[in-house]
């Protein structure tokens, strides 16, 4: 995580056990949005976004989830809009 300038660790570990966590009750046929966690970790959600999707980004680079947009994937800090995360 420390490539990435801003990320504190603590709280990048909860977000990824968090997105990990999700995606597996979802299961590898349902997906959800960044924001879901965000919202799990915080009542004002939105200034988590950022840090929610270098988590994400840094699980896709791992392969361990998946990013869509549109069903098509994507790279959660390339793409614009809202994004679909899900198991591989």
Same mark, same amino acid.
Request: hydrophobic residues 40%; contains cysteine.
């Given at each position: 995580? @420390?490539?990435r300038? #801003? +990320?504190?660790d603590?709280?990048?570990?909860?977000?990824?056990?968090?997105l990990? @966590?999700?995606?597996?009750?979802?299961?590898?046929k349902?997906?959800?949005?960044?924001?879901?966690?965000?919202r799990? +970790?915080?009542s004002?959600w939105?200034?988590?976004? =950022?840090?929610?999707?270098?988590?994400a980004?840094?699980?896709? @680079?791992?392969?361990?989830?998946?990013?869509t947009?549109k #069903?098509?994937?994507?790279?959660?800090?390339r793409?614009k #809009? =809202?994004?679909r +995360?899900?198991? =591989?």
């Amino acid at each position: 995580m @420390d490539q990435r300038p #801003g +990320l504190n660790d603590k709280q990048a570990r909860a977000v990824t056990a968090r997105l990990l @966590d999700l995606a597996q009750v979802r299961g590898p046929k349902k997906s959800f949005c960044p924001f879901e966690v965000a919202r799990a +970790l915080c009542s004002d959600w939105r200034p988590m976004m =950022p840090l929610v999707r270098a988590c994400a980004a840094e699980l896709v @680079d791992q392969g361990r989830l998946r990013a869509t947009q549109k #069903g098509l994937p994507v790279h959660p800090l390339r793409a614009k #809009g =809202p994004i679909r +995360l899900r198991l =591989p």
